[in-house]
């Protein structure tokens, strides 16, 4: 499945009012990327992600996710026509997005994501916030609660399943010894860890991360890229990633997409982009004269 | 109130001496603010004359003692007992003293429940040694009974307001809702109590959820005026649907419980002639103490279990975040529905009880003051915390009862003095100094359902009120 298209934005257009804050943006991420989604402030790439993991209903556009494979693309005329929000093909399915409510995005289409303010559960211990991204699954074993009531043993067991995977994750992200004290209590950098592992434990196919490196120090952020190469190779789960830090994106990113006004104005190699005038005078905001000075910084920086 | 603890920050680090005459300086002020007080409310006291006419009677004494034991209250709290005194004498324990508070102790949960159940169980026995007879602690059980129930409902809505962080100012209604549903089973209908039971906390449940639908979409105030107008929509319903309710004269005659089918009569049939005991109507009111007991225990327990299992987790991230909740799919609208049904399933259970207990139920017992309490029961006790639910409801229900015997306060106060009737003043006060003392409630720390090596309590800063 690596290297086949996953997710399908196409002519996405979110208006507030007036105001366009996404407008006909259309792009690709693939099984197995990094996918970066970078902009100024004020781009659009929350919005775009808003949209992408139900929290808005986009005003236009489609945007699909293919579970199995591309070759469920196929059906997605079929779908859209049947006003379907997923169809199942052969050994896969296609999820509508756009139509699903935002936590049948990510119990269906196992799209997971973080945010751009860290939502913990500030009041629950690290582990117990681990346990509640295993909601679902543990729902279904507990019977709806009316078996766990009885306190029947399949219950017990899986809930130790659910307990061993929070470790195994607490393991990963160094946080073992703190898996007792609330989530409200870990230092900064530790809690985007901790909201990375925790999305991760609802077993997604695509997670997306809204600036995770933002607030770390340099070690942190180090320590973050890896985790996230880790995330792409070892679980299969493929990201999308809005960063401001361009050392990030440059250095653990395999596709850019840049987005300026809510218009995509570049999409590309790491390299590519880097390089497009454009790119480099929307971002920072200069004036064309001043662009190849500006490059050379960027030069300099990545 | 920021001078106040600007002159006691002051005296915590300066020496003996430095500190008593701060400590003067402040109780003297203290006295001051007690005797603007008093002048308005306690002084002057109009009373009638004879004649009918209303005369002053100055109360200088009263006046005084008041200012005096508020100066010497004061001045003993900043030098002997309070926390900075105890700190300015101990410097070197103080670290400790922080040290304590982080270690992990034994939750009020694992000895405090145990023990209360204990206590509880023993109570009916222990009131009659105390008064020498089953029949002259009949008011003490009364009164163990009323406090059992409001405990049940304080457990009941705790799983509403408490762990989900829905504020509901109407749970009341689902105590009325199982009340009438057991009035009207039984009477027209002459279905037992053990039947009707659970019918009356599945319909109440129903009811929740009826509820549970328009709401979901609002969030604190509106959710808080919604509740609201739904307690009182059943009230009115209850007012005015007289060929099912009978209106405002409301249900009388309901059947009483029996013993598992035996009548508490004197009959030969009856609990007594069955067990070979002495007929004593106190019998049935020892079994509904018992009963009561059961059922508050059964919502403990439940709610305990259901604490540990995902929804119950559901239900305290919901009341966290419920935007993180739903990014990591869980359904928010079921999540809720199970919070609203199942906190009105144990308020219809304590609603049967309710009407079997009084063999009448009117419009009249299930009016806002009720829901207020209630309410108030779990906001002092502490959100979510069972332990608190049970102090709080001792305070709130027994102690204006306790009022009622305290006699001697006559000597102070003068022949006409009535303590009964301060009950909401002073009902007033304590909430007031709840507010300022500990705002999360008596039991403000959260235990956490799961933990890798140690259970570590949740300091009330990080947990989350809820937004509702
Ligand atoms: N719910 C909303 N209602 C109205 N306007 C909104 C809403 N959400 C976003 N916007 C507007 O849409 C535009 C894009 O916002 P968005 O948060 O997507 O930017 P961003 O690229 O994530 O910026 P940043 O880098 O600062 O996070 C902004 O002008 C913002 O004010
Ligand atoms: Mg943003």
């Known amino acids: 499945m690596k290297g086949e298209t996953l997710l399908r934005v196409e002519h996405l257009t979110m208006r507030f009012g007036g105001l366009v804050a996404v407008n006909d943006l259309s792009f690709t991420a693939k099984a197995g990327d990094i996918t970066a989604l970078i902009g100024p402030n004020g781009a659009g790439k929350t919005t775009v992600f808003n949209c992408i993991t139900g929290f808005y209903k986009p005003s236009e556009g489609r945007v699909a996710l293919a579970h199995g494979g591309e070759a469920a693309f196929a059906v997605i005329e079929e779908a859209t026509a049947k006003g379907a929000r997923s169809l199942k093909v052969e050994d896969g399915a296609i999820h509508l997005l756009e139509r699903m409510p935002d936590y049948l995005v990510t119990q269906h289409a196992r799209v997971a994501r973080t945010f751009q303010n860290i939502r913990l559960f500030s009041g629950m211990t690290v582990l117990e916030n681990l346990l509640v991204a295993q909601h679902n699954p543990l729902m279904l074993a507990s019977g709806y609660s009316v078996l766990g009531i009885l306190g029947l043993s399949s219950y017990t067991t899986r809930q130790k399943e659910a307990v061993e995977l929070a470790k195994d994750w607490l393991e990963r992200i160094g946080l073992t010894d703190r898996a007792d004290d609330p989530a409200g209590d870990l230092p900064y950098g530790a809690q985007r860890r901790l909201e990375i592992a925790r999305a991760m434990c609802t077993k997604p196919v695509l997670l997306c991360l809204d600036e995770p490196a933002a607030g770390l120090n340099p070690r942190e952020s180090l320590e973050l890229n890896t985790l996230l190469r880790e995330i792409r190779d070892r679980d299969a789960t493929s990201l999308l990633l809005i960063e401001h830090d361009m050392t990030v994106v440059m250095e653990i990113s395999d596709h850019v997409v840049v987005l300026d006004y809510g218009v995509k104005i570049a999409d590309g190699s790491p390299e590519q982009v880097k390089n497009d005038p454009k790119v480099i005078g929307a971002y920072l905001g200069v004036e064309d004269e001043e662009v190849a000075a500006v490059e050379a910084e960027v030069e300099g920086r990545a | ?468």
């Open chain 2, 1 to 468: 109130m920021a001078v106040l603890s600007q002159s006691t920050a002051a005296g915590a680090k300066t020496g003996v001496p430095d500190r008593l005459v701060s400590a003067l300086k402040d109780a003297g002020f203290a006295t001051l603010v007690m005797l603007g007080l008093c002048v308005p409310l306690v002084t002057l006291r109009t009373d009638s004359e004879e004649g009918g006419q209303l005369i002053l009677v100055p109360r200088l004494g009263l006046t005084a003692a008041l200012c005096l034991a508020v100066f010497f209250a004061r001045l003993g709290y900043l030098t002997v007992w309070g926390k900075q005194a105890r700190a300015a004498r101990q410097p070197t324990s103080r670290k400790e003293a922080i040290k304590t508070v982080a270690t992990p102790r034994y939750s009020l949960m694992t000895i405090g429940l145990p023990l209360a159940l204990g206590f509880a169980l023993a109570y009916p026995l222990l009131v009659t040694l105390i008064n020498g007879g089953l029949s002259e602690a009949r008011y003490w059980i009364d009164l163990g009974i009323l406090v059992l129930t409001y405990v049940m409902l304080g457990w009941g809505l705790n799983i509403v307001v408490g762990l989900a962080g829905l504020l509901d100012l109407g749970y009341v209604a689902f105590y009325a809702i199982g009340a009438y549903s057991y009035a009207i089973l039984s009477t027209t209908f002459h279905i037992s109590f053990w039947l009707c039971l659970p019918i009356a906390g599945i319909l109440a449940a129903t009811w929740g959820v009826l509820l549970g639908f328009p709401v979901l979409r609002l969030r604190g105030d509106y959710l808080a005026i919604v509740t609201l107008a739904f307690g009182e929509i059943i009230r009115l319903v209850l007012i005015n649907w007289v060929p099912v309710t009978n209106g405002g004269a409301g249900i009388a005659s309901i059947p009483r419980a029996s013993f598992f089918g035996l009548p508490f009569n004197d009959d030969d049939n009856g609990f007594a002639a069955f067990f070979g005991l002495e007929f004593s109507p106190m019998h049935r009111i020892v079994f509904l103490f018992y009963l009561i007991l059961a059922l508050a225990t059964l919502t403990s327990l439940v709610t305990t279990r259901l604490r540990r299992l995902p929804v119950g987790r559901a239900w305290e991230a919901l009341r966290e975040d419920e935007i993180a909740c739903r990014s990591l799919g869980i359904n928010t609208t079921t999540t809720k529905l199970t919070a609203f049904a199942t906190g009105a399933l144990f308020g219809g259970l304590a609603g049967s009880f309710f009407a079997v207990r009084q063999g009448f139920v009117s419009p009249e017992s299930f009016n806002f003051l009720e829901s207020a309490i209630i309410l108030a029961i779990v906001v002092l006790g502490g959100m979510g915390s069972q332990v608190g639910v049970v102090i709080a409801a001792v305070v709130m229900i027994a102690g204006p009862e306790m009022l009622r015997n305290l006699g001697f306060l006559k000597a102070i106060f003068g022949e006409n003095f009535d303590p009964s009737e301060y009950r909401l003043l002073i009902f007033g006060l304590a909430m007031v100094v709840m507010m300022i003392w500990r705002p999360r409630g008596l039991v403000s720390t959260r235990e956490p359902t799961v933990f890798l090596k140690e259970r570590k309590s949740i300091s009330s800063d990080l947990v989350k009120e809820g937004h509702g």
